[in-house]
């Protein structure tokens, strides 16, 4: 049968135990191969996520003459081509399901002396492109896209000068925001972006690592521009929160059980789960606290526990934007209402995660209110096994199977989307 359509079953489990090294953060993989890049000395980054976005960077910037190898487990070698070499691709790039592939790399190659093509699957070509072409536009980039330069495939044809500029951004977003700092470091002077909330800021600390300086008030960032990066010989690469997230609420909400988390990267910007998991009542404890490239790292023990329903608003969503599908299956569990309001950006996810949660967690017996920029959620509930659809969402396939996990199982419809960012999902759980 075409991939596409295996199934996966996920059986209930009466209590998880065990140890789960957590897989390299895909926003910080991205990162590295894109910084190392444009390097000229070879960096290693070790514990990089091989799933199938970061791949995509890694065939991107390859086709942009960049030299990647695979020198160990979990651990790449880039030698780059220095801040002006890279080359003109011959092709189209094919940034895959990956919005943090095409939107970044639509920063740089905008501020490139060459012609370049950039696209995706057709999930990505859904999604809004337009909020990277309009700021790039205003710096002097040429870059344009499909209908209106609102969806990929985008072409960018050479840069003339690049101007820094003043820009506040109309939604909280790492993504544009580091598509405007990486075409910012090729300007004519300083750019400062505002977000109206604060969104994870690992482009901003890798810079830092790469020499170079970025200042920050309150909500705005400041970047001057260079004329090389100064790369770091090696870059670790932490554990990333959000697949650390399936397992904390597993755990959570599995009685009996008790999970080790190792090499959790806690960066503040994107550690919004676990002080709404906390807020929820979850036993969790930190252990061995320490930096991997200019990031914080711990160890997390978690333990089930009597989760209660919770208010989020706005301002926490940029912190767990991509937790919301897991968190959904916490509240499913908890006792009490939970409100999410402020997550309109989850209809422009890889699906819109809004309404995916409605619908496949209702093939299981939920009943969860959708609104226009959230979810209701009342617990505790009752769910059954059902077939549900992932959506080729990997965040939803794996959400559902938290959820059959701790209810009485679940079959995933195209389960193998997982691999977009946590490519051993199933083995792991096969294996608690
Ligand atoms: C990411 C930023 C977020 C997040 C995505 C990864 C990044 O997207 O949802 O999974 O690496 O910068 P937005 O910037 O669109 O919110």
Redesign the pocket.
């Known amino acids: 049968m075409n991939e596409i359509h295996r199934i996966q079953t996920v059986r209930s489990k009466t209590s998880l135990s065990g140890t789960i090294i957590i897989p390299g953060d895909?926003?910080i993989s991205?990162?590295s191969v894109m910084l190392s890049s444009l390097s000229d000395s070879p960096v290693q980054v070790n514990n990089f996520l091989f799933s199938e976005d970061c791949l995509s960077t890694i065939a991107c910037m390859k086709e942009l003459g960049a030299t990647i190898e695979f020198t160990g487990e979990q651990q790449v070698t880039i030698q780059g081509r220095g801040f002006y070499g890279l080359i003109e691709p011959s092709d189209v790039l094919n940034a895959g399901n990956s919005?943090?592939t095409l939107?970044?790399l639509s920063g740089i190659l905008a501020a490139q002396p060459f012609f370049s093509v950039i696209t995706g699957d057709s999930s990505l070509r859904r999604r809004p492109m337009g909020r990277v072409v309009e700021p790039l536009s205003r710096m002097g980039c040429r870059i344009i896209g499909r209908e209106q330069s609102r969806y990929a495939p985008l072409a960018i044809q050479p840069a003339g000068v690049i101007q820094g500029i003043a820009y506040s951004l109309p939604?909280?977003?790492?993504?544009?925001?580091?598509a405007i700092l990486l075409a910012a470091l090729f300007a004519n002077s300083n750019t400062t972006i505002t977000e109206p909330f604060l969104?994870?800021d690992?482009?901003e600390r890798m810079f830092q690592l790469f020499g170079v300086p970025v200042e920050r008030h309150d909500l705005s960032v400041t970047v001057s521009p260079v004329s090389s990066l100064k790369a770091p010989a090696v870059i670790d690469v932490p554990g990333d929160i959000?697949s650390a997230a399936f397992w904390l609420v597993a755990a959570s909400i599995v009685p009996g059980s008790e999970l080790i988390l190792r090499n959790v990267g806690l960066n503040p910007t994107r550690s919004g789960i676990l002080d709404i998991l906390q807020l929820m009542g979850a036993d969790i404890s930190m252990m061995n606290q320490r930096l991997d490239a200019a990031e914080p790292v711990a160890d997390i023990v978690v333990h089930s526990a009597d989760l209660q329903g919770v208010s989020l608003d706005a301002e926490i969503i940029?912190r767990l934007?991509?937790e919301i599908p897991v968190l959904a299956v916490a509240a499913l569990f908890a006792n009490g209402r939970t409100v999410i309001r402020g997550a309109e950006?989850l209809r422009?996810?890889e699906t819109d995660r809004l309404r995916a949660i409605v619908d496949e967690f209702g093939k299981m017996g939920a009943v969860i209110t959708e609104t226009a920029d959230g979810l209701i959620i009342d617990g505790p509930q009752k769910l059954h096994s059902a077939l549900c659809l992932s959506h080729g969402d990997h965040r939803m396939a794996m959400a559902l199977s938290i959820a059959g996990v701790a209810a009485e199982g679940v079959e995933i419809m195209n389960p193998a989307c997982a691999a977009v960012s946590y490519p051993n999902f199933f083995t792991v759980l096969d294996q608690l």
Do not use: F, N
């Not at 939604?171 to 580091?178: E, G, N, P």
């Open positions: 895909k926003s991205h990162r919005g943090t939107r970044l939604v909280a977003s790492a993504q544009i925001k580091s969104s994870r690992h482009t959000s940029p934007i991509d950006e422009v996810k």
